[in-house]
């Protein structure tokens, strides 16, 4: 019988895979919290970008909590902890000529972040 | 097949390239060792054809701007709301909503792959995947809707989403004025998949694109 | 890791391109690609974050040259190997043979 079938084809796609856990870990921050993209640079698997290390922004949004990606895709655990849907003005993160009413959200984790 | 023009490949009888030869291999290696069945590839490739695909987005769309229940419950819900109408699954597990208003328009992006709603628009067309979007959409969201053909007022907010983590965006396009009294699905005829990503507005006529 | 794909931000791309009507898949092998990669993954032998790193590792240039799919199907094949499910030689050698019987006629 082969590992992968139609019957678990279907229900892969149909079901997916959420990386939601259920676990009620206490928020780092809550909406509305200045905040710092740390200027990290693992040299494995991360999801913070670079243009936003070292940038300062508010917590737009606790999204709950999630598997963490940079330990997870070492095989090292899922490390669940807070994503934070947090805002960046465009002029932050480009300089002053950005446009003055431009904003970028970006979704965050827990270790990704340190209060400003 | 006289008057076929032999500068394109006929599928029927091209030789396979190969890359395609490689994962022709590839198939039969997996196969042969019990791994997978091919009729569980052939789902797969079906159902991201035919089934899953943009038409599902804009339903949700044309429901939540007919539907102010639904649309309450959308923006409180997505993943539960859109499931209401048969969609979810691979990466639309956990959703979210962006709304266009006068005041706000919303772009999608993934800079770092190609993370996408699959359940609700399908996959991703290539230029969403492409390095000039996945660079320029952070940097200069407006010069990139400018190419796309839409110039938006300095007044504007315009917000670009990064699809860093598992959360999956939608945008709500705006629903266009002189609209009033279309029924669902033919204002769902309207609303293209760009207008979902946030690279298109929707408008009164048809859709001539995706 | 600081690689290529992290690309937010970056100059000198060039203008998007865009293909009017474009099919899902450009050529049967991509959606075989598509599907063996989402099929794979059921295994749980490797996670989506892996998956992800997987591409991240492709060497630069590459990853600018190649397609999308040809993307997925290098990684594929490295998370197979990865995972001990085939070997590179297995891999090259079916290959080796699938382009033999291709080309004879």
Redesign the interface.
Known sequence: MPLLTVELAHRLISEGRTAKRDIALTAKFKPGDKVVARNMHPTGHTRIPRYVRGRHGIIDRDHGVFVFPDSNAELAGEKPQHVYSVRFTARELWGPDAPARDVLYIDLWDDYLDPA | MSNHDHNHSHRHNAPLSDIALRVKALESLLTEKGLVDPAALDAIVETYEKKIGPRNGAKVVAKAWTDPDYKARLLKDVTTAIAELGYGGLQGEDMVVVENTPSVHNLVVCTLCSCYPLPVLGLPPVWYKSAPYRARAVRDPRGVLKEFGIALPAETEVRVWDSTAELRYLVLPERPPGSEGMSEEALAALVSRDAMIGTAIVMLEEKTTP | ??GI???????G??????????P??H???E??????T??????GKW????S??G??QMPPAEY?RAS?Y?KW?WR??KL?VDAG??TRE??ER??A???QA??TP
């Not at chain 3, 791309?13 to 474009?22: L, N, T």
């Not at chain 3, 959606?31 to 063996?36: C, N, P, Q, S, T």
């Not at chain 3, 989402?38 to 295994?43: F, I, L, M, Q």
């Open positions: 890791m600081n794909h992290d690309m937010g931000g970056m100059d791309f060039g203008p998007i391109e865009r293909e009017a009507e474009e899902v898949f050529e049967a092998w959606g075989r690609v598509l599907a063996l989402r099929g794979c993954g059921a295994w996670n989506i974050d892996r992800r790193s591409i991240e600018l999308y040809e199907l594929l094949e197979l499910m085939v297995e891999i079916r290959y043979e699938t382009k291709a080309e």
